[in-house]
């Protein structure tokens, strides 16, 4: 009862057995949708970590707490931490190989190598 009045009153810290659950049912559908069992256990520690200590909103449930940290997690996962170029990278290279002063008869191409799993 002292746990739904603090929800309530938007005082509610998460705990560990507050995000054991939905955490167990996230690990559950990222193995069954082909996610590594050691990523998806990755994922849900972080989503863990991200949550234990934090403060629940009057009006927010945990399912929700935990699916917008999990969002936030693998948005972060999916991201790349520095921004990619390509056209810039090929042109710095072309100028590089170019310059009257680095003229070598064995110019190398930029290569961009696509891999992808079915």
Avoid: H, W
């Avoid at 509610?12 to 082909?34: C, R, W």
């Avoid at 009257?100 to 064995?106: A, E, G, P, V, Y």
């Amino acid at each position: 009862l002292q746990g739904l009045f603090q929800q309530m009153t938007g005082q509610k810290v998460l705990t560990k057995q507050d995000l054991e659950a939905p955490l167990k049912e996230i690990n559950n559908l990222l193995t069954s949708k082909n996610v590594a069992s050691d990523i998806a256990s990755q994922i849900c520690q972080k989503v863990q970590e991200s949550l234990v200590g934090k403060k629940l909103n009057s009006m927010y449930r945990v399912k929700t707490a935990v699916r917008q940290a999990l969002e936030q997690v693998i948005n972060e996962l999916l991201l790349p931490s520095t921004q990619l170029d390509l056209l810039r990278q090929v042109v710095s290279k072309r100028d590089q190989s170019s310059s009257f002063f680095s003229r070598s008869k064995t110019q190398r191409p930029y290569v961009v190598v696509v891999v992808g799993i079915n």
